[in-house]
């Protein structure tokens, strides 16, 4: 079944391992208010606060300018279970420029299986599909594992700050 927002229809994209499952309004305002209802698996440590803010900020785009299509919030899923483990998505539609910023984030206990990449890499063909001209994210200084996710699925550092490293792929 294809999730629906207000008509617009965002099939779900499976990767070998996963299956990136795009959120509707009333499964966003579930996250946000961290309250499952029967029949969501949700994994241990799910929702955490980054899909929380994700969720309302796909939440906000949504109420605010419609429905952003593929470019929305996504739960990441193990494929087979269904087991939700983290979230992954898009900021918002393409700025003036074409380009996408995202943000990603796995429970503890799945990290360090390459999930992150693999739902990263799926993330940026959907983006390369949609006709964006790039794709930008952003991490802590010190969060190397996520410099690592990105750089795994293609993005390059392009600068750095005193806060963050900022990564880039263009299309």
Same mark, same amino acid.
């Given at each position: 079944?294809?999730?629906?927002?207000? $008509?617009?229809?965002?099939?779900?994209?499976?990767?070998?391992?996963?299956?990136?499952?795009?959120?509707?309004?009333r499964e966003a305002e579930r996250i946000v208010a961290r309250a499952p209802r029967d029949g969501d698996l949700w994994g241990e440590g799910y929702p955490q606060d980054g899909d929380v803010q994700g969720c309302g900020g796909f939440l906000r785009e949504v109420f605010g300018r419609g429905d952003p299509g593929v470019f929305r919030a996504y739960e990441v899923r193990l494929l087979g279970s269904g087991l939700a483990v983290g979230g992954i998505g898009f900021h918002g539609p393409p700025d003036d420029v074409g380009v996408?910023?995202?943000g990603y984030g796995l429970v503890? $206990?799945?990290r360090g299986k390459g999930y992150a990449s693999e739902a990263l890499r799926a993330l940026l063909e959907t983006a390369r599909t949609a006709g964006v001209? $790039?794709?930008?994210g952003d991490a802590d200084?010190?969060?190397?594992?996520?410099?690592?996710?990105?750089?795994?699925? $293609?993005?390059?550092?392009?600068?750095e700050d005193g806060l963050l490293r900022h990564f880039y792929l263009g299309f």
């Open positions: 079944m294809i999730p629906r927002t207000f $008509g617009v229809e965002v099939p779900p994209v499976a990767t070998a391992r996963l299956l990136l499952h795009p959120l509707t309004v996408v910023t995202v503890p $206990g799945v001209a $790039g794709v930008k200084l010190d969060n190397l594992a996520s410099h690592r996710v990105m750089e795994a699925a $293609g993005m390059r550092c392009v600068a």
